[in-house]
Nanobody, 116 residues
Framework: QVQLVESGGGFVQPGGSLRLSCAASGRIFSINVMGWYRQAPGKQRELVAKITSGAEIPTYTASVKGRFTISKNNNNNALYLQMSDLKPEDTAVYYC?????????WGQGTQVTVSS
């Protein structure tokens, strides 16, 4: 099994910044992709950013390009999301995701609230 634990969420004013972290542990041996998803109240969970293993190419959903940066520490498989210029529409629960072989693993989520 794989365990993912997110941290770093909180309350921030518009234009502010937060850095989310995801600690991965357990039977990790062949990661395909790690990423961040978010789910706002009444909405479906959506991909925010992901990074593929090997080529380490990040991809972002259009609404966060230029504001968010995803990164990964390959030594311990930690995943990060640096979020800048936050907007109220970024308010959501953010989830860490790890895809290994044909399995998807999720963390418990961390709340990000952007409000004045």
């Amino acid at each position: 099994q794989v365990q993912l634990v997110e941290s770093g969420g909180g309350f921030v004013q518009p234009g502010g910044s937060l850095r989310l972290s995801c600690a991965a542990s357990g039977r990790i041996f062949s990661i395909n992709v790690m990423g961040w998803y978010r789910q706002a109240p009444g909405k479906q969970r959506e991909l925010v950013a992901k990074i593929t293993s090997g080529a380490e190419i990040p991809t972002y959903t259009a609404s966060v390009k230029g504001r968010f940066t995803i990164s990964k520490n390959n030594n311990n498989n930690a995943l990060y999301l640096q979020m800048s210029d936050l907007k109220p529409e970024d308010t959501a629960v953010y989830y860490c995701n790890l895809n290994q072989e044909f399995n998807n693993y999720w963390g418990q989520g961390t709340q990000v609230t952007v409000s004045s």
